[in-house]
């Protein structure tokens, strides 16, 4: 599986949108792009993911650039409860994928008041 | 989205002992289930793949012996940490990937916090 690159840590102010980077220059054509978030002393939560289209739920938008080579989390109105260290992840999906998850270091997001 | 349950949550033991971590489906039937350990501040380390019905595959670097795994049903897969050391205090997650889906989604359990004494 591909690897990525993220910042460490970031900042956002309450009610505006964070949005994250994540590199994945190495992506190959079959490899999804995964995001995961984890809070402190909780398990990871699964958030989004996407191929090539942009992707949208009610959590955030996944922004992937044409060339796949880089994508964007967008959390459109961040609070307090989404601070967190989030996780962007290359991986092969389908049921012949064997499924782990290799993680990165991520970007600790912290939402200030 | 489905749910991973993990249990204990937290545990305490005495060095020497062994511990037994479950990680249960709750919703669906899971072939794979993933173990990983997290040291404080540190990100999620892979330990093993756990598979229903036969061998788990571990991760170079981590002792087969010293981590047994169990998957003996499609909803439930056990960690053992036998002869427990203070450096085997950690968080330990597991993940269960619903092979229904056609991307084999992966959720995680709540964590099970060891503490070695």
Redesign the interface.
Known sequence: DAKTTQPPSMDCAEGRAANLPCNHSTISGNE?VYW?R?IH??????II?GLKNNETNEMASLIITEDRKSSTLILPHATLRDTA?Y?CIVRV???S??????????TTLQVKP | ?AV?S?HPSWVICKSGTSVKIECRSLDFQAT?M?W?RQFPKQ????MA?SNEGSKATYEQGVEKDKFLINHASLTLSTLTVTSAHPEDSS?Y?C?A?D?SG??????????S?LTVL
Do not use: D, W
């Not at chain 2, 990100?43 to 892979?46: A, D, H, I, P, V």
């Open positions: 999804y995961y984890q002393s909780q398990g990871p939560q699964y993911h260290v996780y999906a389908g049921s994928n064997t499924g782990k998850l290799i993680f990165g270091q991520g | 989205g991973v993990q794979t993933f990983y990100s999620l380390m892979l793949t968080f997650i993940s990937r092979g056609n991307t084999g989604e992966l959720f995680f359990g709540e964590g916090r």
